[in-house]
Structures are given as structure tokens and as C-alpha cells.
């Protein structure tokens, strides 16, 4: 048969070949690892995101330490607060849970990055992420709150924030609290574009944050947008964000695509709690080969993209990768 074709298999014929024509590689130095602190003491598994604990601060402390050992340098951190009242007051509280971790995490390990969730949902009876009157979640009046919250947090140690409300404005609030009280080289990011997805339910569990009442949808993203993403983060860039956000991220690797060629900032994915869920009761059934498909799956959001990648699965990839 004399046809002619191209032979892409060539270069796939020896694994030193494949390695080295590789485009994307997975570094223990692209990902970060979200943390739930609570007051209650020991450690608590949450049952939907298998392998997921609530952390006591003295647990956090080993937890910091085992971190280390592996080479996972960067945490997000959330907390689960003693009371919750209308103000989120525990948010911004000296002695907050939160703000209580970072000090013992920068106790354990000084060049720990420590990266805080910003957000008032955990803090309050409504489970909103701002200020509630009626059925109505209020904006400008959250934006204060929020940036107490954010300057709290510095304040504690802390050495980037990430705000996840989805609130208009509170970019520019933090930065302009920040700067301030003097912590102008205070990084931001935002997680600027943040979906109203179903795939947060697990999370919900785990911080004790599903609302009381309504959804999210007046505040997150509807999740059939892609244009309204790149408003959202031109936007917080303008505002003063460092660093742009896409969550979740299994379902919209378009949407880092987006991001990364419109922006030159870092984008942040955020391999959220359903993606992680479903990926370990597939596991548990042994339907999958679980290291395999994450290796897959963070490979596939750093291909669409994303230079950080903040998953469950860090201290899984960690050892993968030694
Ligand atoms: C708080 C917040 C949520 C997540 C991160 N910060 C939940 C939400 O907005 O409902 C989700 C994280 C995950 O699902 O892993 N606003």
C-alpha cells in the first residue's frame, strides 16, 4: 500500500523518549494543602472526603510537621469556629481558631506558607458568606468584615490570603486594610472566579458551612459562564488581587485556559471537595487505580494552565512523586 501518514508513534516508543518529550510535569512545589482547624480536641475524620480530618491545634502542629517531611511547603487553612453568631465575630477574633493555627503553624515551621481562607460562612448561624438580613446576603456591609477578618489573619502570621466570599469589592477592602496597617507586601488570592457548583458538598460537611437557608447563586458564579470569569478576575486584578483563582477546577479547565491566556497573573486551580470525593469512593470500589487517575487529573489541570494546584490529594502526591 503506498499511502503516506504521519508516525506520532515514533516518539512514543521508549519511556526515556516519552519523559523526554513530556510537555507538563506534576512538582511537589505546585501544590497546596487545605487544612480544617477546630477547638475540639484530637482528630476527626470527615466521612465524606475520606483520609480529610478536623484537626485540634495540637494535632495541626504534628500535621505541620508531617507536612515538612513530605516537602508539601504551602497550606490553605479553614476553621471550624466555638460559636457561630450574626457578626461572624469568632472570623476576625484575636483568638480565633484560625488566627490561633497560624501562630502555632509558623511555631512548628517558620517557612511554612501559610495561606488563609478568607470567608464568613463557617462563622455565622446562616451559613452565608456575608452579612445576612431577611434572605438577603448584604455586600458593602460584609466588606469590612471581611477585611478585619484578612487583617486578622496577617496579623496572626499569616503570609498570603485568599478571600472566598464572592463579594463585589473585597479585593480592593482588603488590600486598601492591609496596606493600611502596613503589610503592603501582603499577598492576595482571590479566588476570583468561584462557581455556584454542586461539587462543594463535601466542604459543607467538613466546615459545618451549608447555608441555612436559599444557595449561593446570588453570589457565586452560574456555572454556564466564561465570559463573566474574565470580568470577575479583571476586575479583582484591578483591585489590587496578586493571584486569580479557578474553582472548582475538574469541570472547568476551560475556564483556567481562559484565564491563563487573557492574564499573565498566576492562576490557582482548586481541586475541590466533590472532585476529591468522588475520586475516593471510586477507590474504595476499586473501580479505579486512585493514583493513577489523580496523577491524571492535576496533570490534566496544569496542561489547561493552573501554576498552583490546591488539592486533598497534596500529601498523596507528595509521596507519588518521590
Ligand atoms: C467558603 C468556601 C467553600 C469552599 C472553599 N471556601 C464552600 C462554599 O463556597 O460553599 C469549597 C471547598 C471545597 O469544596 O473543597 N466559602
Given at each position: 500500500m503506498n499511502i503516506v501518514f504521519d508516525r506520532h508513534r515514533r516518539l512514543r516508543s521508549h519511556p526515556v523518549l516519552r519523559d523526554l518529550v513530556r510537555e507538563t510535569r506534576l512538582d511537589v512545589d505546585d501544590l497546596m494543602y487545605p487544612l480544617f482547624v477546630t477547638h475540639d480536641a484530637g482528630r476527626h475524620p470527615v466521612l465524606s472526603m475520606p483520609g480529610v480530618e478536623h484537626l485540634s491545634i495540637d494535632e495541626f502542629r504534628r500535621e505541620v510537621n508531617e507536612l515538612s517531611e513530605l516537602g508539601v511547603n504551602s497550606i490553605l487553612l479553614f476553621g471550624l469556629p466555638a460559636i457561630k453568631d450574626d457578626l461572624s465575630s469568632e472570623a476576625y477574633a484575636y483568638d480565633g481558631i484560625v488566627q490561633q493555627a497560624i501562630r502555632a503553624a509558623k511555631e512548628e515551621n517558620p517557612r511554612l506558607l501559610v495561606a488563609t481562607d478568607v470567608c464568613l460562612c463557617q462563622y455565622n448561624p446562616a451559613g452565608h458568606c456575608g452579612i445576612v438580613h431577611g434572605d438577603h446576603i448584604e455586600n458593602?456591609?460584609?466588606?469590612?468584615?471581611?477585611?478585619?477578618?484578612?487583617?486578622?489573619?496577617?496579623?496572626?502570621?499569616?503570609?498570603?490570603?485568599?478571600?472566598?466570599?464572592?463579594?463585589?469589592?473585597?479585593?480592593?477592602?482588603?488590600?486598601?486594610?492591609?496596606?493600611?496597617?502596613?503589610?503592603?507586601e501582603t499577598p492576595i488570592l482571590s479566588y476570583s472566579v468561584k462557581y455556584a457548583s454542586s461539587f462543594y458538598g463535601p466542604f459543607r460537611e467538613a466546615a459545618h458551612s451549608a447555608p441555612s437557608f436559599g444557595d449561593r447563586k446570588t453570589y457565586q458564579m452560574d456555572p454556564a459562564n466564561v465570559r463573566e470569569a474574565l470580568l470577575e478576575a479583571a476586575s479583582d486584578l484591578k483591585e489590587g488581587a496578586d493571584m486569580l483563582m479557578v474553582k472548582p477546577a475538574l469541570a472547568y479547565m476551560d475556564v483556567i485556559r481562559?484565564?491563563?491566556?487573557?492574564?499573565?497573573?498566576?492562576?490557582?486551580?482548586?481541586n475541590v471537595s466533590g472532585e476529591y470525593a468522588m475520586i475516593k469512593a471510586a477507590s474504595a470500589q476499586g473501580w479505579i487505580d486512585e493514583q493513577a487517575v489523580v496523577m491524571e487529573m492535576l496533570t490534566g489541570m496544569k496542561r489547561?494552565?493552573?501554576?498552583?494546584?490546591?488539592?486533598?490529594?497534596?500529601k498523596d502526591v507528595a509521596r507519588y512523586l518521590r
Amino acid at each position: 500500500m503506498n499511502i503516506v501518514f504521519d508516525r506520532h508513534r515514533r516518539l512514543r516508543s521508549h519511556p526515556v523518549l516519552r519523559d523526554l518529550v513530556r510537555e507538563t510535569r506534576l512538582d511537589v512545589d505546585d501544590l497546596m494543602y487545605p487544612l480544617f482547624v477546630t477547638h475540639d480536641a484530637g482528630r476527626h475524620p470527615v466521612l465524606s472526603m475520606p483520609g480529610v480530618e478536623h484537626l485540634s491545634i495540637d494535632e495541626f502542629r504534628r500535621e505541620v510537621n508531617e507536612l515538612s517531611e513530605l516537602g508539601v511547603n504551602s497550606i490553605l487553612l479553614f476553621g471550624l469556629p466555638a460559636i457561630k453568631d450574626d457578626l461572624s465575630s469568632e472570623a476576625y477574633a484575636y483568638d480565633g481558631i484560625v488566627q490561633q493555627a497560624i501562630r502555632a503553624a509558623k511555631e512548628e515551621n517558620p517557612r511554612l506558607l501559610v495561606a488563609t481562607d478568607v470567608c464568613l460562612c463557617q462563622y455565622n448561624p446562616a451559613g452565608h458568606c456575608g452579612i445576612v438580613h431577611g434572605d438577603h446576603i448584604e455586600n458593602d456591609e460584609s466588606l469590612e468584615l471581611l477585611a478585619n477578618t484578612a487583617l486578622s489573619h496577617v496579623r496572626a502570621g499569616a503570609d498570603l490570603v485568599a478571600p472566598s466570599d464572592m463579594m463585589d469589592g473585597r479585593i480592593a477592602a482588603i488590600r486598601a486594610t492591609l496596606d493600611a496597617n502596613g503589610y503592603l507586601e501582603t499577598p492576595i488570592l482571590s479566588y476570583s472566579v468561584k462557581y455556584a457548583s454542586s461539587f462543594y458538598g463535601p466542604f459543607r460537611e467538613a466546615a459545618h458551612s451549608a447555608p441555612s437557608f436559599g444557595d449561593r447563586k446570588t453570589y457565586q458564579m452560574d456555572p454556564a459562564n466564561v465570559r463573566e470569569a474574565l470580568l470577575e478576575a479583571a476586575s479583582d486584578l484591578k483591585e489590587g488581587a496578586d493571584m486569580l483563582m479557578v474553582k472548582p477546577a475538574l469541570a472547568y479547565m476551560d475556564v483556567i485556559r481562559a484565564l491563563r491566556e487573557e492574564f499573565s497573573v498566576p492562576v490557582a486551580a482548586y481541586n475541590v471537595s466533590g472532585e476529591y470525593a468522588m475520586i475516593k469512593a471510586a477507590s474504595a470500589q476499586g473501580w479505579i487505580d486512585e493514583q493513577a487517575v489523580v496523577m491524571e487529573m492535576l496533570t490534566g489541570m496544569k496542561r489547561a494552565g493552573a501554576d498552583i494546584l490546591i488539592t486533598y490529594f497534596a500529601k498523596d502526591v507528595a509521596r507519588y512523586l518521590r
